[in-house]
């Protein structure tokens, strides 16, 4: 392995790093100024260069700029005794692996060395995850390659669609691929989004306007259905839809004609629609707020998009592909994830499905601080020191969840167990058996998931306590006759 370069003006600061790194078996090589390891990058080179920011002869800036041309993917890690905002962001600008502000602690100085000395031997031997040709869609499960089948499949059709799944699943991307491998693919794809429009302007946003239909109305104005002509109109959130204009809807689908809003001639639809929404259509015409024609009309060809939680083998390839993109929008090298970081990342429920997965994508390329990510460099509320791995969690027939709190003594280690806590991992899943309740209509659904809640946290302090009540309501911090009335009540006698 190639030596650590120290650059300081300071002898005592790479006295100090150079006696550090012996200990941990690292080669060093110093130099009291930029010119000196200038001149010495002309015969070799560093594994990791350390820098110290302000020296005389030399910025450690202008050494970084001249080692990023020169050596693209050599780890540099700044040190400054001026922690200022302007040395900061410009060392990060320039490239910078790490910044290191004086005095710092020798440990944690040298940690961080080790960890740019793997990442820089990972850059030796990493194979270029780059690609040329951004995909339309990614997923190796078999739930997305059945989907990917489908499409296929509808590629000779302009049948309506109805996509179901939900939010943040990728349900416009589909829409999208569908009309890209249609006989429409030469026509427009128009989208739009019925929850995001005020009922009072979404008729107009669909069938247009004429001049002085209502106030405000200037000059006539074409609708969604016309600018789609001859292509595909993709109506999102189809569920929320007012009822009234879900008859304006149905009369288009059905006689392939409309009137603007204000009109008095009919015009020709020749549009494809695909619609779709996160609500349960099913349960929404039973309750009167969907017209079941209308629900017919689009339920002609049905595809549902799979959550991220059910489709968790594809989140490492989602998880490079989002990095990449993000990587070519800032203009900078794509970061790499850890293969525990990324196991870590699979685990996790994400509530907010692929649209969630790809904002912490953004996060890191901006805010981790290497290129190798490992998992304590996710965000806090991803990282809790104790949580339920997917290994600790039962779910019972009558929908009741029996959960083994763990807790991680670090990133990479094994589990063991720990008392029950507060986390944002059970948090996440409550969320979504919320979500799931709430669209399947469920009645009372805070009682059932209070009775849930109670049974789970007494189950679970009686087995912490082996079956001692009474020690079990001093634990929870309830009264004795309490949690006696409770577990008659919830039934965990047995």
Wanted: hydrophobic share 40%; proline share 5%.
């Amino acid at each position: 392995m190639k030596p650590i370069w120290i650059v300081d003006d300071d002898q005592s600061i790479r006295w100090v790093l150079e006696k550090a790194l012996a200990r941990e078996n690292f080669t060093t090589r110093s130099f009291s100024g930029v010119r000196d390891a200038l001149a010495a990058l002309e015969g070799e080179s560093p594994q990791v260069l350390v820098s110290d920011i302000r020296m005389p002869g030399g910025s450690g800036l202008e050494l970084l700029q001249t080692v990023r041309e020169r050596l693209p993917g050599l780890p540099v890690i700044i040190m400054t005794a001026f922690s200022d905002l302007d040395s900061a962001v410009a060392a990060f600008q320039g490239g910078a692996f790490e910044y290191l502000a004086k005095p710092f602690d020798v440990d944690k100085a040298v940690e961080l060395i080790r960890r740019a000395v793997d990442e820089s031997m990972r850059g030796e031997a990493a194979y270029d995850e780059r690609v040329t040709e951004t995909p339309e869609m990614l997923g190796q499960a078999p739930a997305m390659q059945d989907m990917f089948r489908a499409i296929g499949r509808l590629s000779h059709s302009a049948a309506t669609v109805l996509i179901t799944g939900e939010s943040g699943t990728g349900k416009e991307l589909v829409a999208r691929a569908l009309h890209r491998h249609s006989p429409r693919a030469n026509g427009p794809f128009i989208a739009l989004n019925t929850a995001a429009i005020p009922k009072d302007l979404l008729e107009s946003e669909l069938f247009g306007h004429e001049r002085g239909a209502f106030t405000g109305a200037q000059a006539m104005r074409q609708g969604r259905f016309e600018q789609a002509e001859n292509g595909t109109l993709f109506l999102d959130e189809i569920g929320d839809m007012p009822f009234d204009l879900q008859t304006r809807l149905l009369r288009v689908l059905s006689d392939g004609q409309f009137y603007r809003v204000g009109g008095h001639n009919p015009l020709k639809a020749n549009v494809r629609v695909i619609a779709a929404t996160h609500q349960n259509l099913e349960s929404r015409v039973r309750q009167g707020l969907f017209r079941e024609d209308l629900y017919h009309r689009l339920n002609v060809i049905r595809l549902r998009l799979p959550a991220l939680r059910e489709r968790s083998e594809d989140i490492p390839l989602l998880t490079r592909h989002f990095l990449q993109k993000s990587a070519r929008d800032l203009g900078v090298e794509p970061k790499r994830v850890s293969d525990d970081a990324i196991a870590y990342l699979a685990s996790l429920p994400f509530p907010g499905n692929v649209r969630q997965l790809e904002n912490l994508c953004n996060w890191l390329t901006v805010m981790a601080p290497a290129q190798v990510i490992e998992q304590k460099d996710l965000p806090p509320d991803l990282t809790p020191r104790q949580e339920y791995t997917p290994e600790s969690i039962a779910v019972s027939t009558d929908g009741a969840v029996a959960a083994t709190p763990v807790v991680l003594n670090g990133a990479g280690s094994s589990p063991v167990a720990a008392t029950p806590v507060v986390a944002s991992i059970w948090e996440n899943g409550l969320r979504t058996e919320v979500a799931r309740l709430l669209r399947e209509n469920s009645a009372d659904v805070m009682d059932e998931l209070a009775r849930r809640f109670e049974a789970a946290v007494i189950r679970e302090a009686l087995d912490f306590t082996r079956g001692r009540k009474v020690e079990a309501a001093e634990r929870l911090g309830i009264g004795r006759n309490t949690i006696t009335r409770k577990i008659q009540e919830l039934h965990l006698d047995a």
